[in-house]
């Protein structure tokens, strides 16, 4: 139990890039997660390339980089990882593990490997032709005899090295990654910004357009109405006029009908000849003036619109010069 105990706590211990124990100083980022400062370092010189150091005579300027465990993004003043506050819990913690532990737990685990063809044999050596872990009697005797091998721990450590130069290569690409889909998520919103500030210029346009067309079909439609208008009361004031001549003359017909049915002729002779003068003057009353034929014709207001209607049909989008 002790022993699951201490390597529960060593894996809480452990840096996620070097995945070494951490070593002082002890950096505790934003999100609360910890790293080597030589890791952190590592891992922000990767993601900053041009990033001056504290030592150059430029002046320095702020960075960024991602948090290894949880992807967060950790903003860095011009003292890049010196800026960062140190764990002094953690590292109070790791000596206290250190003093208590008298050799790391991969050491431990290390002494339980045994080699599966000589099982009084521990593992020891790396066959590098093979690339597996094995015994010194593999070596000497066994299947690894012809091989060129090297001491566990070096492998060990080379592997481990490149492991951590792999994440940090990983971490910083990782980086770069998602600056490009931030950037790119930002020239999605400027399309989107730019295609409605498009739509509302192409619209206003166009509703210009309407203005000018609406304008002057009204100025078109006031010349129909007048002229139409104009014709209307001259023919209505014919009308009003032919109709009082009919109305007068048909009360003469009426009055001479009359003047016919009188028996007496000296009473017939007193009215006759006036009566006979107003027939001759309603007779020879003027009633030519009306309207010429055409007149109602109102086919001079027709419009082509079709060499309009083709060139807004050719309304296209200006390219730039």
């Known amino acids: ?85 140190r764990n002094l819990l953690v590292e109070n913690i790791i000596d206290i593990y250190k003093q208590e532990s008298a050799r790391p737990l991969h050491n431990k685990a290390e002494q339980h490997l045994m080699c599966e063809e000589h099982e009084d044999e521990r593992i020891n050596i790396y066959c590098l032709r093979c690339e597996v872990p094995t015994c010194s009697l593999c070596k000497v005797f066994g299947a690894h005899k012809d091989c060129e091998v090297a001491p566990l721990p070096a492998v060990y450590q080379r592997q481990k090295s490149e492991l951590s130069d792999g994440i940090a290569m990983l971490v910083a690409g990782n ?56 014709k209307l009361q001259r023919v209505r004031g014919l009308i009003r006029q032919y109709g009082d001549h009919l109305e007068a003359s048909s009360k003469l017909v009426e009055t001479a009908i009359q003047a016919m049915e009188e028996p007496q002729m000296a009473v017939y002779l007193q009215h006759s000849k006036e009566l006979l003068k107003k027939i001759t003057d309603m007779s020879k009353a003027s009633m030519s003036s009306r309207p010429e034929p055409g007149y109602e014709n109102m086919d001079h207001f027709s419009i082509n619109v079709d060499y309009v209607a083709e060139m807004l049909r050719t309304i296209e989008f200006q390219t730039g010069a």
């Open 1 to 85: 139990a002790e022993a699951r105990s201490m390597e529960s706590l060593e894996k809480q211990l452990i840096c996620p890039i070097c995945l070494e124990m951490f070593s002082k100083p002890v950096v505790i980022l934003p999100c609360q997660h910890n790293l080597c400062r030589k890791c952190a370092n590592d891992v922000f010189q990767a993601s900053n390339p041009l990033w001056q150091s504290r030592g150059s005579s430029a002046v320095p300027s702020g960075g960024r980089f991602r948090c290894p465990s949880c992807r967060h993004e950790v903003v860095l003043d011009r003292h890049g990882v010196y800026g960062l506050q």
């Open 175 to 230: 980086d770069r990654i998602q600056a490009i889909i931030t950037q790119m998520e930002e020239i999605c919103h400027t399309i989107e910004e730019n295609g409605r500030r498009q739509k509302q210029h192409v619209g206003l346009r166009f509703d210009a357009l309407y203005g000018i067309l609406e304008e002057r079909k009204k100025e078109l439609l006031q010349s129909i109405a007048a002229e139409q208008e104009a």
